[in-house]
Nanobody, 114 residues
Framework: QVQLVESGGGLVQNGDSLRLSCEPS????????MAWFRQTPGEEREFVAA????????FYSDSVRGRFTITRDNAKIAMYLQMSSLKPEDTAVYYC???????WGQGTQVTVSS
Protein backbone atom coordinates (compact mmCIF):
# COMPACT_ATOMS: atom_id res chain seq x y z
CA GLN A 1 0.00 0.00 0.00
CA VAL A 2 0.91 3.65 -0.36
CA GLN A 3 0.00 6.47 1.98
CA LEU A 4 -2.37 9.05 0.55
CA VAL A 5 -2.77 12.41 2.30
CA GLU A 6 -5.72 14.66 1.46
CA SER A 7 -5.97 18.34 2.25
CA GLY A 8 -8.05 21.37 1.33
CA GLY A 9 -11.40 20.57 2.89
CA GLY A 10 -13.37 23.12 4.86
CA LEU A 11 -16.63 24.98 5.39
CA VAL A 12 -17.92 27.00 2.44
CA GLN A 13 -21.21 28.51 1.33
CA ASN A 14 -23.59 27.40 -1.40
CA GLY A 15 -22.07 28.30 -4.77
CA ASP A 16 -18.49 28.62 -3.54
CA SER A 17 -15.43 26.81 -4.84
CA LEU A 18 -12.84 24.64 -3.12
CA ARG A 19 -9.79 22.66 -4.23
CA LEU A 20 -8.79 19.37 -2.65
CA SER A 21 -5.30 17.90 -2.92
CA CYS A 22 -4.03 14.36 -2.57
CA GLU A 23 -0.34 13.62 -2.14
CA PRO A 24 0.89 10.02 -2.32
CA SER A 25 3.93 9.05 -0.30
CA UNK A 26 5.40 6.97 -3.10
CA UNK A 27 6.87 8.46 -6.27
CA UNK A 28 5.81 5.48 -8.37
CA UNK A 29 2.22 6.59 -7.76
CA UNK A 30 2.50 8.75 -10.84
CA UNK A 31 2.03 5.60 -12.92
CA UNK A 32 -1.39 4.70 -11.51
CA UNK A 33 -4.96 5.77 -12.04
CA MET A 34 -6.25 7.76 -9.08
CA ALA A 35 -9.72 8.71 -7.96
CA TRP A 36 -11.84 10.68 -5.53
CA PHE A 37 -14.71 9.20 -3.54
CA ARG A 38 -16.98 10.76 -0.94
CA GLN A 39 -19.10 9.53 1.92
CA THR A 40 -21.84 10.93 4.13
CA PRO A 41 -22.92 9.40 7.46
CA GLY A 42 -24.98 6.28 7.02
CA GLU A 43 -24.28 6.05 3.31
CA GLU A 44 -21.88 4.00 1.24
CA ARG A 45 -18.77 5.60 -0.17
CA GLU A 46 -19.54 6.85 -3.67
CA PHE A 47 -17.38 7.49 -6.70
CA VAL A 48 -16.79 11.14 -7.62
CA ALA A 49 -14.07 11.24 -10.29
CA ALA A 50 -11.05 9.36 -11.63
CA UNK A 51 -8.05 10.27 -13.75
CA UNK A 52 -5.65 8.16 -15.80
CA UNK A 53 -1.97 8.05 -14.92
CA UNK A 54 -1.09 10.38 -17.79
CA UNK A 55 -3.88 12.73 -16.82
CA UNK A 56 -5.40 12.61 -20.30
CA UNK A 57 -8.56 10.70 -19.46
CA UNK A 58 -11.01 11.61 -16.72
CA PHE A 59 -14.34 10.22 -15.56
CA TYR A 60 -16.99 11.88 -13.41
CA SER A 61 -20.15 10.87 -11.63
CA ASP A 62 -23.31 12.41 -13.02
CA SER A 63 -23.79 14.42 -9.85
CA VAL A 64 -20.54 16.39 -10.24
CA ARG A 65 -19.91 16.43 -14.00
CA GLY A 66 -19.60 20.00 -15.22
CA ARG A 67 -18.89 21.37 -11.72
CA PHE A 68 -15.83 19.40 -10.57
CA THR A 69 -12.53 18.97 -12.38
CA ILE A 70 -9.96 16.30 -11.55
CA THR A 71 -6.34 16.92 -12.47
CA ARG A 72 -2.91 15.66 -11.52
CA ASP A 73 0.64 16.91 -11.55
CA ASN A 74 2.99 13.98 -11.90
CA ALA A 75 6.02 16.20 -11.40
CA LYS A 76 4.72 17.05 -7.95
CA ILE A 77 3.17 13.61 -7.51
CA ALA A 78 -0.17 15.11 -6.57
CA MET A 79 -3.80 14.91 -7.60
CA TYR A 80 -6.41 17.63 -7.27
CA LEU A 81 -10.17 18.06 -7.29
CA GLN A 82 -11.36 21.54 -8.19
CA MET A 83 -14.92 21.88 -6.98
CA SER A 84 -17.08 24.75 -8.23
CA SER A 85 -20.72 25.72 -7.77
CA LEU A 86 -20.78 23.70 -4.57
CA LYS A 87 -24.14 22.62 -3.21
CA PRO A 88 -25.19 21.51 0.28
CA GLU A 89 -25.59 17.97 -1.09
CA ASP A 90 -21.85 17.94 -1.84
CA THR A 91 -21.23 17.91 1.91
CA ALA A 92 -19.23 14.76 2.70
CA VAL A 93 -15.87 13.38 3.67
CA TYR A 94 -13.80 13.20 0.50
CA TYR A 95 -11.30 10.37 0.07
CA CYS A 96 -8.39 9.91 -2.27
CA UNK A 97 -8.11 6.43 -3.78
CA UNK A 98 -5.45 4.48 -5.65
CA UNK A 99 -7.13 1.25 -6.71
CA UNK A 100 -4.05 -0.55 -8.05
CA UNK A 101 -2.29 -0.16 -4.70
CA UNK A 102 -5.49 -0.79 -2.69
CA UNK A 103 -4.97 2.48 -0.86
CA TRP A 104 -7.29 5.07 0.68
CA GLY A 105 -6.50 8.39 2.24
CA GLN A 106 -7.77 9.40 5.66
CA GLY A 107 -10.37 11.75 4.21
CA THR A 108 -11.00 15.48 4.35
CA GLN A 109 -14.32 17.03 5.38
CA VAL A 110 -16.15 19.33 2.98
CA THR A 111 -19.19 21.15 4.34
CA VAL A 112 -21.36 23.37 2.17
CA SER A 113 -23.82 25.57 4.01
CA SER A 114 -27.08 26.67 2.39
Amino acid sequence: QVQLVESGGGLVQNGDSLRLSCEPSDGTSRFYTMAWFRQTPGEEREFVAAISWRGDVAFYSDSVRGRFTITRDNAKIAMYLQMSSLKPEDTAVYYCRMPARNSWGQGTQVTVSS
